[in-house]
């Protein structure tokens, strides 16, 4: 008797388990309006894997606390979450990004350096003042965007793999590391210098620098608020709606943040 009670038990237990996996779905996408790609390229994947959540790549700042957007979406990833919405409404939006992203940037002083600082080593490329070396590292750097480039101009599966993932990776690991080496070797960036707003002065090769730092913390802290939403909410289904270079980095950090938790699941959107 004590033993089928113990095996109804577990039984009963494991049933239990199974209804509450929580399922993640990272959803790489390209932001703004193109003509193989917009809301209702989204709409229609939406409509196929059913998610309770939609995750926004932005933070909470424009939501209202029922969490609707305070004004308008513009962007691909609103667009599509308010047409879902508005069919199944019961499903919810949350915000997941970095909180106060644009001021932060702002206030560290590496918006605008950052893409300061690259039009200057691309002005030096391009006039032949690299040395081999730097200049090997910059002309990878460029030529890792053409097959990002096909990728995002075919259908969404093309921009939402392990293959184009691994291309991604590469191509911030160049960017934030390879070519801040380069940087550093240079004194045009050292000694170039941005003056913010409050009149204080930072150089390109300080405002890429913390661009660089602020990349790590940035998905980093994506991926736990992703992980927190979905430990709130068990037995969910979610859908991360992000740009797809963040891709790799995200499920890479849920994939570490999750390993011992197998009630959470992730997916793709094709499976």
């Known amino acids: 008797m004590k033993k089928t009670i113990s095996i109804l038990f577990t039984l009963l237990f494991s049933i239990y388990s199974f209804a509450q996996k929580t399922e993640i779905i990272v959803l790489g996408n390209i932001h703004q309006p193109v003509p193989n790609y917009n809301s209702d390229t989204i709409v229609t994947i939406l409509d196929k894997i059913k998610p309770d959540f939609l995750l926004q790549e932005i933070d909470s700042s424009f939501f209202n606390v029922d969490f609707t957007f305070k ?11 308010v047409k879902y919405i508005d069919k199944n409404t019961k499903a919810q939006m949350r915000p997941f990004d970095f909180e106060g992203r644009n001021e932060y940037r702002k206030i560290n002083g590496f918006n605008p350096t950052e893409g300061l600082a690259l039009k200057l080593v691309d002005s030096l490329y391009n006039e032949n003042r690299l040395t081999k070396k730097q200049a090997k590292v910059y002309k990878k750097y460029i030529d890792l965007l053409e097959p990002l ?23 911030q690991y160049y960017q934030y590391h390879k070519l801040l080496s380069v ?21 390109y090769l300080k405002g890429f620098q913390l661009a660089s730092e602020f990349w790590d913390l940035r998905n980093k802290t994506m991926a736990k608020n992703i992980l927190k939403i979905a430990e709130e909410n068990p037995g969910k289904k979610i859908i991360v709606l992000t740009g797809f270079m963040h891709r790799y980095y995200i499920i890479s950090e849920l994939k570490k943040l999750t390993k011992k938790d197998r009630n959470i699941i992730m997916k793709e959107f094709y499976d």
């Not at 392990?162 to 991604?168: A, G, M, R, T």
């Open 149 to 171: 480039k096909i990728a995002a101009s075919k259908d969404p599966r093309s921009f939402n793999n392990s293959i184009n993932d691994k291309i991604c990776k590469e191509r």
């Open 183 to 203: 940087m550093k070797e240079r004194s045009e960036l050292s000694n170039t210098y941005y003056t913010q707003a409050n009149a204080q002065k930072i150089s």
């Open 71 to 81: 004004t308008p979406p513009k962007e691909n990833e609103g667009l599509a979450s």
